[in-house]
């Protein structure tokens, strides 16, 4: 008796999952390729410790101003200094790395491969991240030790305010890459939103030195709200409340939007 054949069933993709180790691996090579760009390194870590001091040479920037509260201009510019290496990583350095890896098919790539494009992702938001931190720290060290700037005599509040700062430049250049179609694009509107965070941050006239009305309205931006924490940890004080949720409200709505409209291609 004849007996029926069925084809073979052809069997079901397997899921696929992450290589342990690929998110590791992925970040070493990252941090290699990284290292190996000498011009993003001193832009974010050697230029803000340069501008401040270039500052400290000018002589009137070292003596004490009754008008400042009896500090000197040379106090008020460790902070800017500070936000200066958070806004040349977050929205000068990062943004064109992450477009150019979609731009180039990267993402795509990986998107094939057990490797997930989020760890290359995340690998340049850390190294990008923890550049800036190490920029801060250069700062106030070479503050202290150049010009006896007084350390953050709120050191709690002085790096919770510094963190959510450091997540905030990372939201608004995440945003931009979302919104960047090619590097030229992200290059573009980086230096565009880099400008007018440098005015904000008081990189030309401190925040405290400007006039009221201005200060009321700059105080409402991610970094003018920064620059006023960072000064009332730097004197002993907690930061404000409100000033820290102006740094996690933009950081939120930043973080949101780019992921709602980032694309992997």
Request: with cysteine; aromatic share 8%.
């Amino acid at each position: 008796m004849a007996t029926a054949h069925t084809a073979p069933t052809a069997p079901a993709a397997a899921p696929r999952t992450a290589v342990p180790g690929a998110t590791l691996a992925v970040l070493k090579a990252e941090t290699r390729l990284f290292l190996r760009e000498p011009g993003s390194l001193f832009w974010i870590v050697v230029f803000p410790t340069v501008l401040l001091t270039i500052l400290g040479f000018v002589p009137s920037f070292r003596a004490h101003d009754d008008g400042l509260g009896g500090r000197r201009v040379i106090d008020l510019y460790v902070p800017v200094a500070v936000l200066l290496a958070l806004i040349m990583s977050g929205l000068q350095a990062m943004p064109p790395v992450l477009t150019g890896y979609r731009e180039r098919g990267i993402l795509r790539r990986m998107s094939t491969t057990p490797v997930r494009p989020s760890a290359l992702l995340g690998a340049q938001i850390a190294l990008h991240g923890a550049a800036a931190l190490v920029s801060a720290l250069l700062v106030v060290a070479v503050g202290r030790i150049a010009y006896g700037v007084r350390l953050p005599d709120q050191p709690f509040g002085y790096l919770l305010a510094l963190l959510l700062a450091i997540a905030c430049v990372l939201a608004i250049g995440s945003l931009i890459c979302a919104l960047s179609r090619t590097t030229k694009v992200a290059a573009a509107a980086g230096s565009l939103v880099y400008f007018s965070m440098m005015f904000t941050a008081g990189v030309w006239v401190p925040v405290q030195a400007m006039p009221d009305a201005l200060r009321r309205v700059v105080q409402a931006t991610p970094f003018g709200a920064a620059s006023q924490a960072l000064d009332q940890a730097a004197r002993g004080d907690w930061p404000a409340l409100a000033y820290l949720g102006a740094v996690a409200a933009w950081d939120l709505a930043a973080g949101w939007t780019a992921i709602r409209t980032f694309r992997w291609q």
